[in-house]
């Protein structure tokens, strides 16, 4: 009797068969690998640049760095230290990327909506743009846009001219530079005003059609009151602008904007490059939303660009944004690609020069790569805050 | 059960070898670890006429890669025994610093900088340099005082680009620099027009002219703004090496000196003169080498001069004159102290 | 009344409804809009296109001996710039007389892939575990030599688009079971596991290439106690390999998240161990789901290998920058290596996206609307 009643009730399994238990050592033993691993690795770093004579620290940041760089946001010289290298660097990151996220989604799209055209040559020149530049690694594409097409610009003295104020040579871009006057200021309050009319209009345009029913051309009123509003101010207020435009003196313009041509090859390059999977991305966004949407929304008398704007693209949003994140987070870690053109970006002027003046690879390097890190995460969580604001929109 | 006796037996394998690799390697000497491996690991550029560039065939020339072929031969009694490592000018210092190269010997200027906080000691100077110019010749001009806002094509992280902004600083002109990231980059640029003027060493302006489509249409301008001793470098903290790559290089410029040549090392080995005897033997011990030492670099790579000629002199392409180089006796400042 | 008692026969269309007019106005003149966009596109292929094929094709120069009768007014692409030295575009500083050996490691791949791309072939998985796991070391045995009296040729011989390759498929080769790990690790239950495996993941996926690769190649030393003594080629596929691992692990976690939760819990109630669940019930069924991840992802390594160039490796890409285009005798054909470069390279990833394309339309049928 007693046997049969000990079959029956489960015995407990022994401590080491739990899961809980196992699941508990496990990762212990993970953890402290992977402590011991780390710790070994700091240690023996600070061992060997200890053994042979490397400097440590962050006390180089403030020494100075002797080297210009070409492009600076910042006002930046000889003279600056090697923390304003890096913050020239990482601005010119910052710019590069932002530059690219916007000209690649701008192309992305357009490129996207080409792709499902009813127009068959349209259609077929944007799947042959798409399969043409997504299939080439972009290191190369940037030496192509910089050496190739670079080359076949013309030199300074016979540059191609607009107006006689812009300017392109093989030297770059070069655009009469704005120089305020005293009363630019009252331009100024007006497009803040006009900015602010605008707002307003379009809630009460909103507010109104939904009541009435009755469209209202916000549009054309808001472009109205943002343009003639500040250009009345600014001619009232005797049209207080001038432009300094470039000239050429002695080898080179000078004076005005200069946009290098590293920026532009590198700009060129990466949005061409990472607007083919936007466009796949667009695509494949618009193509899933249902057929049905576009036949009801035709079907309740909107138009073609309406039903794009107001029924298809905001459903297609929804699909489009994860993988689009995924792609401006390649865009911004390809822009250190830059380096092989000489665009004075984080890895070129940062990883390389200060780099190689003050040998302190793993303090240059870690921030480097906490740089990029930080811009990824920036831009992830920008994204999902995007994702759940347009989630949110269903009804 | 099992699974967790593996696994505390691994975390116990993986701390012991990793204890035991950190005792037996702080002893370990970057000469006995070059003899171990049976190669010496060396560091040139990626391409530079007359330093260290691979030709079609991937074999090194120049007069750096011939620096190592000597140390090599030194250390190791086999000139072949070298593993070149191309690097660019900003990685260069990192892997000498963390043990990727035991020398490196890539045109690199002697600073104190470099010596003093960068943990590397420079063991002599192998060619002696100054910064000059490269321009086109259309520009028409004959002085780098005529190139007041300028652009200027650059190699990123080099001296040339912090003496260049001294230069133009303490001559009240304006520039801009365009970095790239190797020579061979900053040459493409010059003559896409990307720049006015294009600034190195003297030797690498020459090296880098016929790499031009059309080498006559660019003239190197007269003036030379800095000093740029290049040579050797190593790791500080390891005095026997620092010493081995010092004295090979001593060794080399001796034996010019001397009259001793790849050719006639051999006879020379019986010379009666006592100088030539003490650089054919009897020294190496001192440095923790072979006897035969500075016989094998001088009969396997040869000596200074005829390094010098076979790279970039008059049996080179590049055609540089001795000038500063020749050796102190003969006009020139090269001058290695005794071996004694 | 009328029945008919057998079906109609269908009409031809109407005349305007068919026909090569009937197709250009449907598709290329529907309206005012699409007239105007059609005469662009038009003008724009007329601007492009012929240039292109003038200078890659009819001008073009295949065979010259020297740089001289390459260049003149009329003369299009110098292709003989590539021909003339096209063993080292291929094989980089490997010895000719040795070519055969990368040749027969290539043949073999080739020979022992085909089978795979067959539905009916047998034993797919015993073949397909032989070139994942055994042909790396035929492979490496062939291209490297020291064994069976082949002469060792050291890799910083090997280049060209061989090194290409060599890199792309060690790199895909091994970040595929790290990074199916490194799925399951950040799907796990554990937190510790788990928060690794997060940490793991996304530190490789924020940082750039071009850092890992400055980091594996003069830097590692720097962090172990000595003898790392490996090759610089081994350190920089470390580097690589650690980098695409993330990637891989992101495309597996969307196999992974993609089955349905009854087949985890089927594989419970069977009594299967965590591990045996895994590999005999749930990743089975998810590898086969991301292979068109798998592929793209590999794309995206293969392009990204042109980067070892930034450290002194000599793979196509700066073969034909810096080796060819260094070469005093041959200057000026910058633009024919690389648009050689980008044409191999394009042929390549294109080939590979089509395959990826075709396996996602068969895996679709059935699970579309």
């Keep these: 009797m007693n046997d049969s009643k000990n079959e029956l009730t489960p015995s407990k399994p022994p401590f080491w ?27 023996n770093t600070l061992g060997n640049m200890e053994a042979r004579g490397i400097s440590t620290g962050f006390a180089f940041l403030s020494e100075t760095s002797g080297f210009d760089i070409l492009q600076k946001l910042i006002p930046y010289s000889s003279e600056s230290t090697y923390g304003d290298t890096f913050v020239v660097g990482l601005l010119n990151t910052l710019l590069i990327s932002a530059l690219g996220i916007v000209f690649a989604t701008i192309l992305g799209f357009i490129v996207g909506i080409a792709r499902l055209s009813n127009n068959w040559l349209i259609a077929k020149i944007a799947l042959v743009y798409i399969e043409i530049f997504r299939n080439i690694p972009l290191l190369i594409q940037m030496l192509f846009w910089y050496l190739v097409v670079l080359r076949a610009m013309p030199s300074a003295r016979d540059s191609f001219s607009l107006f006689d104020s812009f300017f392109l040579n093989v030297r770059g871009l070069y655009l009469p530079a704005p120089v305020l006057g005293d009363g630019f ?31 209202f051309p916000t549009v054309w009123v808001s472009l109205g009151l943002l343009i003639l509003f500040p250009l009345f101010v600014f001619l009232m207020s005797g049209a207080p602008l001038s432009w300094e435009i470039p000239e050429l003196k002695g080898f080179n313009f000078q004076g005005g904007i200069t946009l290098i041509p590293e920026l532009f090859a590198l700009l060129l ?49 929804r699909v489009i944004i994860p993988p689009m994140t ?33 040998g302190q690879a793993v303090e240059i390097i870690a921030m480097t790569m906490a740089v990029y890190l930080v811009l990824s995460l920036t831009i992830s969580l920008f994204m999902n805050w995007y994702n759940a604001k347009m989630s949110l929109v269903e009804r | 059960m099992k699974k967790r006796i593996l696994l505390g037996l691994a975390t116990v394998a993986l701390l012991s070898t990793a204890a035991y690799a950190e005792k037996s390697d702080k002893k370990m000497s970057t000469l006995d670890s070059v003899k171990k491996a049976g190669i010496l690991k060396c560091g040139v550029t990626t391409g530079l006429a007359g ?46 610093q963390s043990g990727e190269i035991d020398v490196l010997s890539r045109n690199t200027t002697w600073t104190l900088t470099r010596d003093a906080s960068l943990g590397l000691n420079f063991a002599g100077v192998n060619y002696y340099d100054g910064q000059g110019f490269l321009v086109s010749k259309k520009l028409g001009v004959k002085s780098v005082n005529d190139l007041d806002g300028a652009q200027v094509c650059i190699q990123a992280g080099t001296t040339t680009e912090l003496n260049l902004a001294d230069y133009f600083k303490s001559h009240n002109m304006k520039f801009k620099a365009i970095t790239f990231d190797t020579s061979d980059q900053t040459i493409k640029g010059f003559e896409a027009g990307r720049c006015d003027m294009l600034t190195s060493d ?35 903290g390891d005095d026997q090496w620092f010493n081995i790559v010092k004295w090979s290089l001593n060794a080399m410029i001796n034996a010019e000196e001397l009259g001793v040549s790849k050719a006639n090392a051999k006879a020379m080995k019986k010379s009666k003169d006592p100088a030539i005897g003490r650089l054919m033997g009897g020294q190496g011990e001192k440095l923790g080498l072979s006897d035969d030492w500075s016989y094998n670099i001088i009969s396997q790579v040869g000596n200074y001069a005829e390094i010098f000629e076979a790279n970039v002199g008059k049996d080179s392409p590049l055609k540089i004159d001795r000038g500063l180089n020749a050796l102190w006796n003969k006009g020139g400042i090269m001058y290695a102290p005794p071996i004694r | 009344m009328y029945v008919t008692d057998h079906i109609l026969p269908a009409l031809p269309a109407p005349s305007d409804s068919k026909g090569v007019l009937h197709w250009l106005k449907t598709n290329l003149f529907s309206s005012p809009i699409n007239i105007v966009l059609t005469l662009l596109g038009l003008l724009l292929v007329y601007k492009i296109l012929p240039p292109i094929i003038d200078w890659v094709f009819i001008n073009a120069t295949w065979t010259a001996d020297n740089s001289a009768e390459c260049k003149g007014e009329e003369k299009g692409a110098c292709w003989a710039f590539i021909s003339n030295r096209f063993g080292q575009v291929m094989y980089g500083f490997y010895p000719p007389e040795q070519f055969w050996r990368p040749n027969l490691a290539g043949i073999l791949l080739i020979l022992l892939t085909i089978p795979l791309f067959f539905e009916k072939t047998p034993k797919k998985v015993i073949l397909g575990g032989f070139v994942l796991v055994v042909f790396p070391f035929i492979a490496f045995v062939l291209i490297h030599g020291g064994y069976f009296g082949l002469s060792t040729i050291e890799t910083d011989k090997w280049g060209g688009l061989m090194l290409t390759l060599i890199i792309s498929f060690v790199g895909i080769l091994c970040a595929l079971p790290l990074g199916i790990i490194l799925a399951l690790g950040r799907r796990s239950n554990m937190p ?46 470390i580097g690589i390999i650690l980098f695409q691992s993330a990637y891989v692990a992101e495309v597996v976690r969307g196999g992974l998240q993609a089955i349905p939760k009854g087949q985890y819990e089927a594989a419970v109630a069977m009594g299967l161990s965590y591990w045996k669940s895994m590999f005999l019930i749930i990743l089975p069924q998810a590898l086969k789901l991301v292979i068109p991840g798998l592929v793209n992802t590999f794309i995206a390594l293969f392009k990204d290998t042109t980067l070892v160039l930034t450290i002194g490796l000599f793979d196509l890409l700066a073969i034909v920058e810096n080796v060819l285009g260094s070469d005093s005798a041959w200057l000026g054909f910058h633009t024919e290596g690389l648009v050689f470069a980008a044409f191999v390279f394009w042929m390549f990833c294109f080939a590979m996206s089509r395959y990826s394309m075709s396996l996602e339309r068969k895996l679709h049928t059935g699970h579309t609307h």
């Design chain 1, 17 to 43: 068969n739990n899961p809980k238990y196992r699941a508990l050592v496990f990762q212990v033993v993970l953890i402290s690998i992977v402590a011991y691993f780390l710790f070994s690795v700091i240690q």
């Design chain 1, 185 to 215: 200021l009252y331009t100024s309050i007006a497009l803040i005003i006009a900015l602010v009319a605008v707002f307003v209009l379009k809630r009460w345009a909103k507010h109104r059609q939904e009541k009435t029913g009755k469209a």
């Design chain 1, 269 to 317: 390059a990466i949005s061409i490059y990472t607007a083919t999977f936007i466009a796949e991305i667009v695509r494949s966004g618009i193509e899933a939303v249902n057929h049905g949407q576009t036949e009801a929304a035709l079907s309740v008398g909107l138009n073609r660009s309406q039903t794009l704007r107001l029924v298809v693209i905001p459903q297609a949003m």
């Design chain 1, 326 to 358: 995924s792609q401006y987070l390649n865009l911004a870690k390809n822009s250190s690609l830059a380096t092989a053109i000489g665009y004075p970006d984080i890895v070129s002027v940062f990883m390389g020069t200060t780099l190689n003046q003050t």
């Design chain 2, 51 to 96: 330093f260290s560039a691979a030709d079609k065939k991937g074999n090194w020339t120049g007069l750096d890669v011939d620096t190592c072929r000597g140390i090599a031969a030194a250390v190791l009694g086999d000139a072949t025994k070298v593993k070149f490592n191309p690097l660019t000018a900003k990685e260069r210092f990192t892997a000498l």
């Design chain 2, 202 to 236: 003297q030797s690498q302006l020459y090296a880098l002219r016929i790499k031009l489509a059309k080498p006559e249409d660019a003239i190197v301008l007269p003036e030379v703004i800095s000093k740029e001793p290049l040579g050797p470098v190593v790791r500080q």
């Design chain 3, 192 to 237: 510790i596991v788990k928060s690794i495996c997060v940490i793991f993941i996304e530190f490789w996926r924020g940082v750039p290439l071009i850092t890992v690769l400055f980091m594996s190649s003069v830097m590692l030393p720097l962090f172990f106690s000595g003898g790392t003594d490996f090759d610089k080629l081994a350190r920089a596929m």
